[in-house]
């Protein structure tokens, strides 16, 4: 299980349940209120290798149709 925080500029940051936000994560964010089972094998690895995965909204591709 995982908790998913969101920030005032939509950035994204999981963690695994119960674990406090990481010192090195700036901004204030507040937790999803929708539980999370399941992430992406990316996001997995992420949290199992550092502890957390943050994606921030400017790193997404932008389509254009």
Same mark, same amino acid.
């Given at each position: 299980?995982?908790?998913?925080? &969101?920030?005032? +500029? /939509?950035? &994204? &940051?999981?963690?695994? %349940?119960? @674990?406090?936000?990481?010192?090195?994560?700036?901004? /204030?964010?507040?937790?999803?209120? %929708?539980?999370?089972? +399941?992430? #992406?094998?990316?996001?997995? #690895?992420?949290?199992? /290798?550092?502890?957390?995965?943050?994606?921030? &909204?400017?790193? @997404?591709?932008?389509?254009?149709?």
């Amino acid at each position: 299980m995982f908790d998913v925080y &969101l920030s005032g +500029k /939509r950035d &994204l &940051l999981v963690v695994s %349940r119960g @674990l406090p936000i990481p010192v090195g994560t700036f901004g /204030r964010w507040r937790k999803s209120k %929708r539980k999370v089972v +399941k992430v #992406s094998d990316e996001i997995k #690895s992420a949290v199992q /290798r550092q502890g957390y995965y943050v994606r921030k &909204l400017r790193d @997404l591709p932008i389509k254009t149709d």
